[in-house]
Every structure is written in structure tokens, then in C-alpha cells.
């Protein structure tokens, strides 16, 4: 039997390679506190970003991701994964620019692209039926 990361993983894949812009990630500091998206953000209020990118993010064995990363230098880079990065699959979901994140609290933010991507790939019925959760995403 399947596990929700399972079904999640092989939904959002299909999804990717039709719908989304596979894209290439640089490597950077390997944080690995979960908290991709405060450690892009931090990134671009340092000024070390110009802006940020939202990502489905493949990670081999594990699932699939949301995933927040930070445009430094003109390359995506993974300053939360740091050298792991360098064995998943990224395909783009949206850029962010300063201007876009004006009062806009991240982990809302992140919750929201979770619960749009759900909404995409499954039915109500569907996510009842296989108890899938915003953790599986």
C-alpha cells in the first residue's frame, strides 16, 4: 500500500511535467530547519535576494515539497538544503518580488500554495478517501 507522501508524489509529478517549468538550483548554505520560506525571505530582506521563487521540490525516497528559495545573483538558490538540493527535481511554481510580499506573513503564504496545490491535484473526495493532509505537500 501506497503512503499519502507516495500518492502525493507521483500526482504532483504528472502535474509538474505538463504544467510547470522544470528549473535548475544552486546550491547554497544547508540550514535544514524546515523553514524555507522565512530563510528565502531573510535572504531578501538582507538584500542579498532580488526576489523569491515557490517551487515543487522532488526530493528522491522522501516526497514532494512546497518550497521556498531566494534569486541570488541570478540563480535560485537552496539555502535550506544546501548540498542535498543537488539530488532533487525543482519545477516552478511562482516568483515573488519585494513588492509582492508587502504584509505578507510566510508561513500563511506557504499554507496557501499548499492548499492550492491540493485543491489542483485532488478531489475533496479523494484527499478524504487517502487522509491527505497539508503535511504530505
Same mark, same amino acid.
Given at each position: %500500500?501506497?503512503s ?9 509529478? &504528472? ?5 510547470l ?16 520560506q522565512?530563510? &528565502?525571505?531573510? +535572504?531578501?530582506e538582507?538584500?542579498? &535576494? ?11 525516497? +522522501?516526497?514532494? *515539497?512546497?518550497?521556498? %528559495? ?6 535560485i ?8 538540493s ?16 508587502? *504584509?505578507?506573513? %510566510? ?31
Amino acid at each position: %500500500m501506497k503512503s499519502q507522501r507516495q500518492i502525493v508524489y507521483e500526482r504532483a509529478e &504528472a502535474y509538474a511535467k505538463t504544467n510547470l517549468k522544470k528549473i535548475s538550483v544552486a546550491m547554497g548554505e544547508y540550514k535544514g530547519n524546515k523553514m524555507c520560506q522565512h530563510n &528565502a525571505r531573510q +535572504s531578501l530582506e538582507e538584500g542579498s &535576494a532580488t526576489h523569491i521563487v515557490a517551487a515543487l521540490s522532488f526530493v528522491p525516497k +522522501s516526497g514532494v *515539497n512546497i518550497h521556498f %528559495m531566494p534569486v541570488i545573483e541570478n540563480k535560485i538558490t537552496d539555502n535550506t538544503l544546501g548540498y542535498l538540493s543537488k539530488y532533487n527535481t525543482y519545477y516552478l511554481i511562482k516568483e515573488y518580488h519585494p513588492k509582492d510580499l508587502i *504584509n505578507i506573513h %510566510m508561513t500563511k503564504l506557504l499554507d496557501s500554495i499548499k492548499d492550492e496545490y491540493l485543491g489542483l491535484l485532488f478531489s475533496p473526495e479523494e484527499r478524504a478517501k487517502h487522509n491527505i493532509t497539508k503535511e504530505h505537500i
